[in-house]
Antibody, heavy 120, light 110 residues
Framework: QVQLKESGPVLVQASETLSLTCTVS????????VIWVRQPPGKGLEWMGI???????DYNSALKSRLSINRDTSKSQVFLKMNSLQTDDTAIYYC??????????????WGQGVMVTVSS | DIVLTQSPALAVSLGQRATISCRAS??????????MHWYQQKPGEQPKLLIY???NLASGIPVRFSGSGSGTDFTLTINPVQADDIATYYC?????????FGSGTKLEIK
């Protein structure tokens, strides 16, 4: 069945770089895109960036200068790297599958998320 | 960016109808599709897709959930509301990048 699982450090120092991995199963990254979404404690959902099934990427303009997303299709993994972390980057980080349906796309399967705390 | 506006909270009685609204700052519909989707997030859990393209029920979602709307105004309806429906509900548009989310509506029981 379709599964996504985020992994990475739960505590990062301010000004350092966050590296997260999303390992997927039950589908191929060449057929589906993956999006990263984060959620600060008690707050709403924020789109971070997307890697489409063709490998192209799009980023949230507010994070673009600090963020990169890439993938290893042979390992079914998507990677997020974000530098210059600040305390307001503390959040749950989710990866989610992008389902493209003709002229539409939406997020049909979500990982359980990883809580990342940025310490000053 | 397209801004999606939701009311922060809604209180309903068990067994009654809940209507959650989402208003977009510009149209999220094309000639063929209404590009608005709904997600449910229970406390401590990841979001789950409920409705896609405004009115299509995602796989495994009970039929008491339904969606409607076009252009800038969309509605998620839960009828009848059950205790298990306590959650925050988010709308999300895919008409334009970035794919923005609403701020969420927390469903509470009276």
């Amino acid at each position: 069945q379709v599964q996504l699982k985020e992994s990475g450090p739960v505590l990062v120092q301010a000004s350092e770089t966050l590296s997260l991995t999303c390992t997927v199963s039950g589908f191929s990254l060449t057929n589906y895109g993956v999006i990263w979404v984060r959620q600060p404690p008690g707050k709403g959902l924020e789109w971070m960036g997307i890697i489409w099934r063709n490998g192209n990427t799009d980023y949230n303009s507010a994070l673009k200068s600090r963020l990169s997303i890439n993938r290893d299709t042979s390992k079914s993994q998507v990677f997020l790297k974000m530098n210059s972390l600040q305390t307001d980057d503390t959040a749950i980080y989710y990866c989610t599958r992008v389902r493209i349906n003709y002229g539409s796309y939406y997020f049909d399967y979500w990982g359980q998320g990883v809580m990342v705390t940025v310490s000053s | 960016d397209i801004v999606l506006t939701q009311s922060p909270a809604l209180a309903v009685s068990l067994g009654q109808r809940a209507t959650i609204s989402c208003r977009a700052s510009q149209s999220v519909s094309t000639s063929s599709y209404n590009l608005m989707h709904w997600y449910q997030q229970k406390p401590g859990e990841q979001p789950k897709l409920l409705i896609y393209d405004a009115s299509n029920l995602a796989s495994g979602i009970p039929v008491r959930f339904s969606g409607s709307g076009s252009g800038t105004d969309f509605t998620l309806t839960i009828n009848p509301v059950q205790a298990d429906d306590i959650a925050t509900y988010y709308c999300q548009q895919s008409r334009e990048l970035p794919p923005t989310f609403g701020s969420g509506t927390k469903l509470e029981i009276k």
